[in-house]
T-cell receptor, first 114, second 105 residues
Framework: GAGVSQSPSNKVTEKGKDVELRCDPI?????LYWYRQRLGQGLEFLIY????????KSGLPSDRFSAERTGESVSTLTIQRTQQEDSAVYLC????????????FGPGTRLTVL | GQQVMQIPQYQHVQEGEDFTTYCNSS?????IQWYKQRPGGHPVFLIQ?????EVKKQKRLTFQFGEAKKNSSLHITATQTTDVGTYFC?????FGAGTRLTVKP
């Protein structure tokens, strides 16, 4: 595809349920990032992938959050036992090769936990 | 990565006035990037600065990287309503808190 895509665009779930958010980066981009943005707030770093490995997962807020990447392409962010404070827009970005290159962002997934 | 500090948090200007946002770090930065996020949108890359004392211009936008590579600024001359949004600086996987710019016509 021409850009980074994310699905679903919106997700409403009940407290305690698990959710999976998907990111398709730009083809050929080896670096992939997940961020969380609460309403009216800044971008909170969650995790960074280089290829299929995650050299920096320091931003994951708790062990309820996990992410994986396969085939140096698609990435999935999983939130288990969702809580209301997990409500936010989850943004995925990708860049060519290194963290020093321009990041291209997807449109985000808006997660609402009731 | 260590987060860069960004100020101000908000800036409201009259159309035609200038606007500046600043990012500061306690450590030397290898580079700094600037992004703009329109209301309801996602961040879009504006520019990257790498060299000490570097100045780059994009039309009405001027970006500077300090001599010590510990600070950076984005200056907009004669703001327009299309400049509305939040401007973020970025380094090493950490974004600044952002400066939200609103412009009164």
């Amino acid at each position: 595809g021409a850009g980074v895509s994310q699905s679903p665009s919106n997700k409403v779930t009940e407290k305690g349920k698990d959710v999976e958010l998907r990111c398709d980066p730009i083809s050929g981009h080896t670096a992939l990032y997940w961020y969380r943005q609460r309403l009216g707030q800044g971008l909170e770093f969650l995790i960074y992938f280089q290829g299929n490995s995650a050299p920096d997962k320091s931003g994951l807020p708790s062990d309820r959050f996990s992410a994986e990447r396969t085939g140096e392409s698609v990435s999935t962010l999983t939130i288990q036992r969702t809580q209301q404070e997990d409500s936010a827009v989850y943004l995925c970005a990708s860049s060519f090769l290194t963290v020093y290159n321009e990041q291209f962002f997807g449109p985000g997934t808006r997660l609402t936990v009731l | 990565g260590q987060q860069v500090m960004q100020i101000p948090q908000y800036q409201h200007v009259q159309e035609g006035e200038d606007f500046t946002t600043y990012c500061n770090s306690s450590t030397t930065l290898s580079n700094i990037q600037w992004y703009k996020q329109r209301p309801g949108g996602h961040p879009v890359f504006l520019i990257q600065l790498v060299k000490s004392g570097e100045v780059k211009k994009q039309k009405r936008l001027t970006f500077q990287f300090g001599e010590a590579k510990k600070n950076s600024s984005l200056h907009i001359t004669a703001t327009q309503t299309t400049d509305v949004g939040t401007y973020f600086c970025y380094n090493d996987m950490r974004f600044g808190a952002g400066t939200r710019l609103t412009v009164k016509p």
